[in-house]
């Protein structure tokens, strides 16, 4: 549903943003999945982000803005500690009027409001090697501030979100039920998930067997939701929290190895064009486990090549689920558009798996 002026201008009047404000119905920014505007001081003293929360993905915002106020709390009080400035390394949320963490408007959405991180840039893709570097030392911070957070208290915020075993039972489920009549024309992408299914169950394995611990992670660490300093390239502050959940150490590094150590688009369709870089894995595990490493146990680091691959495999996963449902899920721009996305993860996976045992090497060198 489109927003329109006054909706976002009652929206701008419910929070505390400390005067008058004026607002522009543009959406600010690149995101995907809420609608993101920026909101100014009638005074033009300083402006804010007000982003509709989408509630078709996030049921319930409650609880997720509770773990966002719980979570940047904490982080508050580490970068104060640490000699930081928190009003820059960290998301501000903005109360209401009456003290509200979100506004609900009149027909029945969620919003909420930030402070605007000032002097920064947000990096659509991985230009060059050291802001790749910068983006994982960034998240590896994050994480390791996290690490004395009870992860358990934490909103699950979207059900089973990399219950990999879970999301390969959905594939069983929509391959059975072959409501399209797709199947036939996709046997080898079915065999390369069937001939993967013991791999998804190790993560789950490794954190029941209390292997791996249970962290305080982001879910969605692709390098556009970290923001980096406009004038130095520095890290700054890690933003887009609504996926903040407990989960384990291995996605968030797992996602940003999908989504930035490689050069091509999520939905190339020409697979030759597809080419993992072990390179800039190496860039992001070293640039990781720089800021992260300390809290983490060799388990925990042989974990993460662990994740690189699984990551990229349940993606892959699920766009074929969504091919076999009528793409249903994500939004696609031609046929076959779905395929062509889980054929380019399967790609990424099959060259991972050439090159695993130096995946390990890479992020646990001393026993793998
Ligand atoms: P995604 O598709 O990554 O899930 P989203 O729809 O959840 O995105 P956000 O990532 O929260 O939206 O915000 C969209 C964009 O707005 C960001 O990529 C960034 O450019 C900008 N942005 C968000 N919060 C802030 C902030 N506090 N200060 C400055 N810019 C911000
Ligand atoms: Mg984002
Ligand atoms: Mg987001």
Not at 184 to 208: G, M, N, S, W, Y
Request: net charge negative; aromatic share 8%.
């Amino acid at each position: 549903k489109p927003v329109t002026e006054p909706i976002l201008c009652a929206a701008a009047s419910a929070f505390d943003f400390g005067g008058p404000m004026v607002c522009d119905s543009h959406h600010y920014g690149e995101g995907h999945i809420n609608d993101t505007f920026v909101v100014w001081r009638a005074d033009h003293t300083k402006r804010f982000i007000l982003q509709r929360i989408n509630t078709d993905t996030f049921t319930d915002p409650a609880g997720l803005m509770e773990n966002i106020c719980g979570v940047t709390r904490h982080l508050r009080a580490k970068i104060q500690a640490e000699g930081g400035d928190p009003g820059r390394e960290c998301l501000n949320v903005i109360p209401t009027l009456s003290g509200a963490s979100y506004y609900i408007d009149t027909e029945g959405n969620a919003w909420r409001a930030y402070d605007f991180v000032e002097n920064t840039v947000c990096l659509q893709q991985v230009g060059c090697e050291a802001d790749f570097r910068t983006v994982a030392e960034t998240l590896g911070k994050f994480q390791n501030q996290l690490a004395d957070y009870p992860a358990s208290t934490l909103h699950e915020t979207i059900a089973r979100f990399h219950d990999t075993p879970n999301r390969y039972a959905n594939f069983e489920k929509a391959l059975a039920a072959d409501a399209l009549g797709r199947a036939k024309t996709i046997a080898p992408e079915i065999a390369f998930i069937h001939a993967r299914k013991k791999d998804c169950h190790v993560l789950l394995d490794q954190l029941a067997a209390g292997e791996i611990p249970l962290r305080v992670t982001h879910n969605d660490t692709k390098i556009n939701n970290v923001l980096l300093d406009e004038a130095t390239g520095k890290g700054i502050c890690v933003i887009d929290l609504d996926t903040v959940m407990p989960g384990l150490s291995a996605y968030d590094f797992g996602d940003s190895i999908r989504t930035g150590a490689n050069d091509c688009a999520e939905d190339e369709p020409d697979q030759s064009r597809v080419h993992f870089d072990l390179h800039l894995y190496e860039v992001f595990a070293k640039g990781y486990l720089s800021t992260a490493g300390s809290t983490m146990h060799t388990a925990e680091k042989r974990s993460l090549a662990w994740g690189a691959k699984l990551m990229t495999l349940e993606c892959g996963i699920r766009f074929l689920t969504d091919y076999l449902e009528g793409d249903h899920y994500f939004h696609i721009a031609r046929p076959n558009h779905n395929l062509d996305r889980a054929r380019t993860q399967f790609t990424l996976v099959r060259q991972m798996e050439d090159v695993f045992d130096q995946m390990l090497e890479i992020v646990c060198p001393d026993n793998h």
